[in-house]
């Protein structure tokens, strides 16, 4: 059974950077890609990028510039930095797997459960 | 950037109800197009992908379909479980997520 598991501050000052891990289990990161996706509270979801395990990144267009989504294979985990957050970047932070090959037409399929992480001073 | 729009953004029906739900691509995505179920508090489920392929283990009633670059959900009978909100994603370039269609009881 495939578990994902997101873990890091709930609380981020404004301005900081926010770091979230999501754990895999059951299952090898060393294949497919792996993605982040947000839900600001009441709303809908966002993509915010995907890495492949290799290392390969995309990024949403929109949040490219304060984005990094890097790769942990020795411990089974990636991971997600946002610079220079503020009240907007508050959200529902999950992880996501997306099964496929590199160049594969792919949609995640096993998510975490999802951690709320608020901007506030 | 492929924008995805969706309609009804609210749909009220009662169980047994057969339900659709539309959604548009602003350009060709071929039959990339995924369709996903959240409940409060809870992550999405996926449901179809490739615009018609059942997941495993997800109920028969739920179909996808699509002409051009609308796209359509159809539950066929509507059960209690299924009151939820429903999202539509295009993973033809990128990732984009439809805003999505809640389903409330009538």
């Known amino acids: 059974q495939v578990q994902l598991q997101e873990s890091g501050p709930g609380l981020v000052k404004p301005s900081e950077t926010l770091s979230l891990t999501c754990t895999v289990s059951?299952?090898?990161?060393?294949?497919?890609?792996w993605s982040w996706i947000r839900q600001p509270p009441g709303k809908g979801l966002e993509w915010i990028g995907y890495?492949?395990?290799?290392?390969?990144?995309n990024y949403n267009p929109s949040l490219k510039s304060r984005v990094t989504i890097s790769v942990d294979t020795s411990k089974n985990q990636f991971s997600l930095k946002l610079s220079s957050v503020t009240a907007a970047d508050t959200a529902v932070y999950y992880c996501?797997?997306?099964?496929?090959?590199?160049?594969?037409?792919?949609?995640?399929?096993?998510w975490g459960q999802g951690t709320l992480v608020t901007v506030s001073s | 950037d492929i924008q995805m729009t969706q309609s009804p953004s609210t749909l009220s029906a009662s169980v047994g109800d057969r339900v659709t739900i539309t959604c548009r691509a602003s350009q060709s995505i071929s039959s990339w197009l995924a369709w996903y179920q959240q409940k409060p508090g809870k992550a999405p489920k996926l449901l179809i992908y490739k615009a018609s392929s059942l997941e495993s283990g997800v109920p028969s009633r739920f179909s996808g379909s699509e002409s051009g670059t609308e796209f359509t959900l159809t539950i066929s009978s509507l059960q209690p479980d299924d009151f939820a909100t429903y999202y539509c994603q295009q993973y033809n370039s990128l990732f984009t997520f439809g805003p999505g269609t809640k389903v409330d009881i009538k």
């Open positions: 890495i492949y395990y290799s290392g390969r990144t």
């Open positions: 996501a797997r997306v099964p496929g090959a590199y160049g594969d037409y792919v949609t995640p399929d096993y």
């Open positions: 059951g299952a090898s990161i060393s294949s497919y890609y």
